[in-house]
């Protein structure tokens, strides 16, 4: 859990100062002050809208699955660094379940990305089973990735259905 709230100069400086911790807090996006995982999530649609919409589908899985090996490695070396499994500044996880939610908005209308940012942010707040029991029983850089993996395959679900049904 988010044990701590916010972060002290020194634990920013030593976060920013690697690789890890970088890409864990989302490019600085987690260090907002208040709301790190839709900042994160927003964060996240600037590649989307980029490049990753203009990509083939086995391009967009293929990043989605590099990016959450790298996320599990970059948010273990960071919750060592800061001492807490899953602080609030480590977003990288938001940006891997948020592009997960948008794969079925690679084809479809503009509306598509605004109900797909929402239904992530739905299920990662909400944290229904099976989401809530991987985010407490899951340590390390796998325990803060998995859980939005799973909001990110429920909101993708839930979009596809609305696409079919518009």
């Given amino acids: 859990m988010n044990e701590r709230k916010t972060l002290t100069a020194a634990q920013r400086r030593a976060l920013l100062a690697t690789p890890a911790g970088w890409l864990a807090c989302g ?8 709301a790190q995982g839709t900042f994160g999530s927003l964060a996240a649609l600037l590649p989307w809208l980029l490049w990753l919409r203009h990509a083939s589908v086995s ?3 293929l990043v ?4 959450f090996a790298i996320g599990v490695w970059a948010c273990d070396v960071s919750g060592r660094i800061l001492g807490v499994d899953d602080h609030r500044s480590l977003v990288w996880d938001e940006f891997i379940g948020q592009w997960i939610a948008l794969l079925p908005a690679l084809l479809a209308p503009w509306w598509a990305l605004a109900a797909g940012f929402a239904l992530f942010r739905l299920f990662d707040v909400w944290k229904p089973w099976p989401i809530r029991w991987l985010d407490r029983h899951l340590k390390g850089g796998l325990g803060v990735m998995i859980d939005d993996v799973i ?13 079919r049904v518009s």
Avoid: E
């Fill in 59 to 61: 391009i967009n899985l």
């Fill in 151 to 163: 909001a990110g395959v429920f909101a993708a679900v839930v979009l596809w259905l609305l696409l």
């Fill in 27 to 34: 490019f600085g996006s987690g260090l907002a002050p208040v």
């Fill in 64 to 67: 989605i699955v590099i990016g």
